[in-house]
């Protein structure tokens, strides 16, 4: 493996397991971390000249054959003006070229509603399944996420495929953290943020931790780069617990730096937004206010479709609320319990009214 700080040794400091306790002791805490961690650390292994068996090298053939997979997936939505991609495949190309980054999902952002569906409907062109929405709204604009699926190519051992798309950069945590539309024109802090944001939905983990550092090590974006994107972006509390993870496990002259030029914008970052939690708590409205206030609600799939259009179009049939999107009709709720009632009168709703158009 070429000259790094990602080592073995790096990963058991990440990962809390002790070095004699020996790599698959590190491969099962990291399974038990996330579903494809194991890939990272089983390519490292592999680099610093690790017997491996059939079960190893199986499991960085899948994780391969998933980024080949992705690869294809994205070329596929060329045509689709203004989409970017982040973390995935541009943070993986800052990693050695024998170390495996963890490959699990595509997350793309759309420059607005319109190519997004353009690329929902690209993508089921494909055989994928327009399977999870979510609305929400900003500044007087409705934000789209919607995921499609593929079958898993091993279902015992890997989750489906799945591409995201959202009409939002950084959609945060609809109490304290604003909608954030726009990604950084540069795709390293692009990538770096998105990489933070994603504490609003899980605790950090190895993987991101090594995230930073592969940044940290390309060196395309100054630690003061960094934290000024941070503050910016309004994540400067994220981005400094995660260089506090990397930096109590590795002693690289990025993260001191990066953790001094964060301090004063994460504290003012975490006072605004104590206050904004205190004067707009989390509304438990129905779907029409949750909307209205700025917090988002959920798509159960009620029909599959490919039909005319660019937007999502919010009605109401049989007294409930239902999204008619290009790829499907969707009904919209404020909560992850549905009557099954509710649902089957939503369904009776849009089958009626497809019999009738």
Request: net charge negative; charged share 25%.
């Amino acid at each position: 493996m070429t000259d790094t700080p990602l080592d073995l040794r790096l990963l058991h400091r990440l990962l809390e397991v002790p070095e004699h306790e020996g790599a698959y002791r590190l491969v099962r805490r990291a399974q038990q971390t996330s579903g494809t961690l194991a890939q990272l650390v089983v390519s490292v292994a592999a680099a610093e000249g690790a017997e491996t068996g059939s079960g190893s090298r199986d499991l960085l053939e899948r994780a391969r054959l998933r980024a080949d997979r992705y690869a294809e997936l994205r070329g596929a939505l060329t045509g689709c003006p203004g989409l970017r991609t982040v973390k995935g495949p541009s943070l993986a190309a800052h990693y050695p070229p024998d170390v495996r980054r963890p490959v699990g999902d595509l997350d793309v952002v759309a420059p607005d509603e319109a190519q997004l569906w353009r690329a929902a409907l690209t993508l089921c062109s494909l055989g994928g399944e327009p399977a999870e929405l979510s609305l929400f709204t900003a500044d007087g604009r409705l934000h789209v996420m919607v995921a499609v699926l593929w079958p898993s190519p091993d279902p015992l051992m890997e989750e489906e495929i799945r591409v995201e798309l959202c009409t939002a950069a950084f959609a945060g945590d609809f109490a304290g953290v604003p909608v954030r539309p726009e990604l950084p024109a540069d795709q390293v802090l692009a990538d770096l943020l998105s990489v933070a944001e994603e504490r609003f939905q899980r605790s950090f983990h190895a993987k991101d931790a090594v995230d930073l550092l592969m940044l940290l090590e390309g060196g395309a974006a100054t630690p003061a780069e960094m934290a000024d994107a941070a503050s910016a972006y309004r994540l400067a509390p994220e981005l400094l617990e995660l260089t506090g993870l990397l930096g109590a496990a590795v002693d690289h002259p990025g993260t001191e730096p990066l953790r001094r030029a964060l301090a004063g914008a994460a504290q003012d970052e975490t006072a605004r937004r104590a206050a904004a939690r205190r004067s707009t708590p989390e509304p438990e409205r129905p779907v029409a206010a949750r909307l209205d206030a700025g917090c988002p609600v959920w798509g159960m799939p009620l029909n599959r479709a490919t039909r005319s259009g660019n937007s999502c179009v919010l009605e109401h049939r049989a007294a409930l609320p239902l999204a008619r999107t290009p790829v499907g009709d969707y009904l919209l709720v404020a909560d992850e319990v549905v009557d099954p009632g509710v649902y089957a009168t939503a369904l009776a709703a849009v089958t009626e009214q497809e019999a009738g158009t």
